[in-house]
């Protein structure tokens, strides 16, 4: 006797359903076992591509300013997304779903009235899946999904399966956004702790010797020069210790006001030119007030410059410490210039001129066509003799 093609049906049905459910399992390991939030990003556009067989996905994380902070993409080379005319702006159909709690599945994307097309050398897309990601009523993020490998469209089992997906992504979003800044205070916490077990601790413990000290020199009138001169040392290392935690604290505050004088210039950047801003701040622990000042001078030059000449879509800001050294690297996609034969303006002689100050490092490398990146390295005051 045949089988029952209705029973087949069912039965092929449930087996595909078992696959996309142990599918999104294997997923939510895998997005687990991540910390970094780029890692996480790229895993997630990776992962959501093959749950459904996708050719194309893709993870946008919306900025400030209504457009497209981080875009991570799964299904192209880096050669191939290298030779995109600009990179995606958050307008148009991507922008509708940074700005929507509903999915949003189109058999024809083009169709969409708010569809706008693709750039120059961007692969051709038909169908299209896109999917909120959102925790506590704030959108976290977005999928972006083209083509299914087997040209069907995107079904609603589909769309099922990447909004379950969504609701983990929104999970580990949030994870690796609260690792961060438990990092951060971590770090804060830390140096908070170490200048009161300074003060409280081993300074009271000096001004206890020193008492002692001065109690032997009552004693003892043939060594009252010596014990006044070992005193007078102590002192002096009471002194040093002080600094040191005026420092600290010092440094935690301006730690925190780089971070929002930054993100301030990143807001004004925005406000005049619409190029896409990336910035990266790490938490820098070695700093004073000079540091504070070239750091954000320089990347004000430096912002002002891609304004004005570079006519640039994409500008990275990335601002990290090492053991040794700071590094700030400000780079754009703008036309660039030959640095052989075109003569610095005031600005990068101006930057050239806060790093000397400060007995850092600036590199300048550009060529026309591939656009600028400064460099700029220094030295931390605790390794720098």
């Given at each position: 006797?045949?089988?029952?093609?209705?029973?087949?049906?069912?039965?092929?049905?449930?087996?595909?359903?078992?696959?996309?459910?142990?599918a999104?399992?294997?997923?939510?390991?895998?997005?687990?076992?991540?910390?970094?939030?780029?890692?996480?990003?790229?895993?997630?556009?990776?992962?959501?591509?093959?749950?459904?067989?996708?050719?194309?996905a893709?993870?946008?994380?919306?900025?400030?300013?209504?457009?497209?902070?981080?875009?991570?993409?799964?299904?192209?080379?880096?050669?191939?997304?290298?030779?995109?005319?600009?990179?995606?702006?958050?307008?148009?159909?991507?922008?509708?779903?940074?700005?929507?709690?509903h999915?949003?599945?189109?058999?024809?994307?083009?169709?969409?009235?708010?569809?706008?097309?693709?750039?120059?050398?961007?692969?051709?897309?038909?169908?299209?899946?896109?999917?909120?990601?959102?925790?506590?009523?704030?959108?976290?993020?977005?999928?972006?999904?083209?083509?299914?490998?087997?040209?069907q469209?995107?079904?609603?089992?589909?769309?099922?399966?990447?909004?379950l997906?969504?609701a983990?992504?929104?999970?580990?979003?949030?994870?690796?956004?609260?690792s961060e800044?438990?990092?951060r205070?971590?770090?804060?916490?830390?140096?908070?702790?170490?200048?009161?077990?300074?003060?409280?601790?081993?300074?009271?413990?000096?001004?206890?010797?020193?008492?002692?000290?001065?109690?032997?020199?009552?004693?003892a009138?043939?060594?009252?020069?010596?014990?006044?001169?070992?005193?007078?040392?102590?002192?002096?290392?009471?002194?040093?210790?002080r600094?040191?935690?005026?420092?600290?604290?010092?440094?935690?505050?301006?730690?925190?006001?780089?971070?929002?004088?930054?993100?301030?210039?990143?807001?004004?950047?925005?406000?005049?030119?619409?190029?896409?801003?990336v910035?990266?701040?790490?938490?820098?622990?070695?700093?004073?007030?000079?540091?504070?000042h070239?750091?954000?001078?320089?990347?004000?030059?430096?912002?002002?410059?891609?304004?004005?000449?570079?006519?640039?879509?994409?500008?990275?800001?990335?601002?990290?410490?090492?053991?040794?050294?700071?590094?700030?690297?400000?780079?754009?996609?703008?036309?660039?210039?030959?640095?052989?034969?075109?003569?610095?303006?005031?600005?990068?002689?101006?930057?050239?001129?806060?790093?000397?100050?400060?007995?850092?490092?600036?590199?300048?490398?550009?060529?026309?066509?591939?656009?600028?990146?400064?460099?700029?390295m220094?030295?931390?005051?605790?390794?720098?003799?």
């Amino acid at each position: 006797m045949a089988d029952d093609p209705m029973t087949q049906d069912k039965g092929s049905q449930t087996d595909y359903s078992e696959a996309k459910l142990n599918a999104l399992s294997e997923a939510v390991r895998a997005v687990a076992a991540e910390f970094t939030l780029d890692r996480i990003l790229k895993r997630l556009a990776e992962i959501a591509a093959r749950m459904i067989g996708a050719r194309y996905a893709a993870f946008g994380v919306p900025d400030s300013m209504q457009g497209l902070a981080e875009f991570t993409v799964y299904g192209m080379t880096e050669e191939e997304i290298a030779l995109i005319e600009h990179p995606p702006e958050g307008r148009g159909l991507l922008g509708v779903l940074l700005n929507s709690e509903h999915p949003i599945r189109l058999p024809r994307l083009q169709d969409h009235p708010k569809s706008v097309g693709f750039p120059k050398n961007h692969p051709y897309m038909t169908r299209f899946l896109g999917v909120p990601i959102v925790s506590k009523g704030q959108i976290l993020g977005s999928f972006y999904l083209c083509d299914r490998i087997d040209g069907q469209p995107f079904s609603e089992d589909d769309e099922r399966m990447i909004s379950l997906l969504a609701a983990h992504a929104a999970i580990a979003i949030e994870n690796a956004k609260l690792s961060e800044q438990l990092r951060r205070l971590a770090v804060l916490e830390e140096r908070d702790r170490i200048s009161m077990e300074l003060h409280d601790g081993i300074i009271q413990s000096i001004y206890a010797i020193g008492i002692k000290l001065e109690l032997i020199r009552m004693n003892a009138p043939e060594q009252a020069e010596q014990i006044a001169a070992v005193n007078r040392d102590l002192n002096r290392v009471i002194e040093d210790l002080r600094r040191y935690i005026r420092d600290l604290r010092v440094g935690v505050e301006m730690s925190m006001s780089l971070r929002e004088q930054m993100n301030d210039l990143a807001r004004r950047f925005r406000e005049v030119c619409s190029a896409r801003l990336v910035m990266d701040i790490s938490n820098i622990t070695n700093l004073n007030e000079d540091r504070l000042h070239a750091l954000l001078q320089i990347t004000r030059e430096s912002l002002s410059n891609i304004v004005r000449h570079a006519e640039a879509t994409e500008v990275y800001v990335d601002l990290h410490e090492t053991p040794t050294h700071v590094t700030l690297v400000i780079s754009d996609d703008g036309k660039g210039f030959d640095p052989k034969t075109t003569p610095p303006g005031i600005g990068l002689r101006n930057i050239r001129q806060r790093v000397r100050q400060l007995e850092g490092i600036a590199e300048i490398e550009s060529r026309p066509g591939r656009g600028c990146t400064i460099t700029v390295m220094l030295p931390n005051p605790s390794t720098h003799s």
